[in-house]
């Protein structure tokens, strides 16, 4: 065979391959304008995207591939914080009897809690929190000097509370305080968001939701580009940090200017191991995240 033939045949293959190639090329972008279609769909039926108070909200969700499926706008109950920062400033007492609390049904089970060996002033703190939830209805008790016969009532929206719940209620109440007490004195609009499902915009499962974010603050300088918004995913942990997961959550909204925070119990919880991603604890968020907003927000003081 000549050398001529050989190309021949040879560019002869190619052309075959390269058509199969196309044809391949084609069915995949066919199969792409299918789920992009599809997608654009479901975003379109949302009802946070045409809904003012979430638009801005639910296209920086979009861009990470997210859709919301519902959230929470209501400030929070005033009165679960002050119970949740009595549990806080109690801590070392409270928190065994939440513990235990948790082991039992709600509505149901009767437990003892001895507290003999309490000292004068965490017996009287841990009564004090029995009076605050009693009059709350969210436990029933009585008080046989040395032993607490206790029965929590906890209404359905509240059943997580022992078990962590508080420190959520808790992180909510402080954001909020925090972002009131910021705007006061600077130039800023913010709307903050508990609660926040999402949901894989190409997800195909059945499952309600993907990812579950505690509190979302969406804040703005109003000296700034009107479209130019910051958000800042706050994450609450009561007990040990699960890293990995944490990690993998910061990777996803901690970016262009976006921030993605996990807050703690523990004050001294060491900040520098997390870097470059935030870490904050709940007794300290007063004092970081104006901090972190002066840095985020600089020349808004109004």
């Known amino acids: 065979m000549s050398h001529r033939q050989d190309l021949l045949k040879r560019i002869e293959a190619l052309e075959i391959s390269r058509k199969l190639i ?3 090329i084609a069915k995949a972008k066919a199969s792409l304008e299918q789920i992009e279609a599809k997608q654009q769909a479901i975003w379109k039926e949302n009802p ?3 809904d003012r108070t979430t638009e801005r909200l639910a296209e920086y969700f979009r861009s990470l591939g997210y859709s919301i499926v519902s959230l929470l706008t209501k400030a929070p109950d005033n ?5 949740s920062k009595q549990i806080w400033n109690g801590r070392k007492v409270m928190v065994p009897f939440l513990q235990q609390m948790n082991l039992y049904r709600s509505g149901v089970d009767e437990f003892e809690y001895p507290i003999s060996e309490l000292s004068g002033t965490d017996k009287a703190d841990l009564l004090n929190l029995c009076r605050t939830m009693h009059d709350s209805g969210w436990l029933k008790y009585s008080n046989d000097k040395d032993v607490l016969h206790v029965r929590a009532t906890f209404p359905k929206n509240l059943k997580n509370f022992p078990n962590g719940g508080w420190t959520e209620e808790a992180n909510r109440y402080l ?7 910021y ?8 709307k903050v968001f508990w609660d926040v499902k999402l949901k894989l915009l190409e997800s195909e499962k059945d499952n309600l939701n993907d990812i579950q974010l505690d509190i979302v603050a969406q804040i703005k300088d109003r000296a700034q580009n009107k479209d130019r918004y910051r958000f800042y995913v706050f994450e609450t942990k009561s007990g040990v940090l699960g890293i990995d997961k944490w990690v993998e959550r910061a990777k996803i909204f901690n970016q262009n200017g976006n921030r993605f925070i996990t807050c703690c119990m523990d004050p001294k919880a060491n900040y520098k191991y997390f870097m470059p991603y935030r870490l904050m604890a709940l007794e300290k968020i007063e004092k970081l995240f104006p901090e972190l907003l002066d840095r985020d927000f600089p020349q808004t003081e109004a």
């Open 175 to 181: 954001i909020w305080k925090v972002l009131t007490d």
């Open 22 to 24: 196309d044809d391949e």
């Open 79 to 83: 009165s679960c914080y002050a119970i």
């Open 183 to 190: 705007s006061a004195n600077h130039n800023i609009r913010y």
């Open 48 to 50: 946070y995207v045409n």
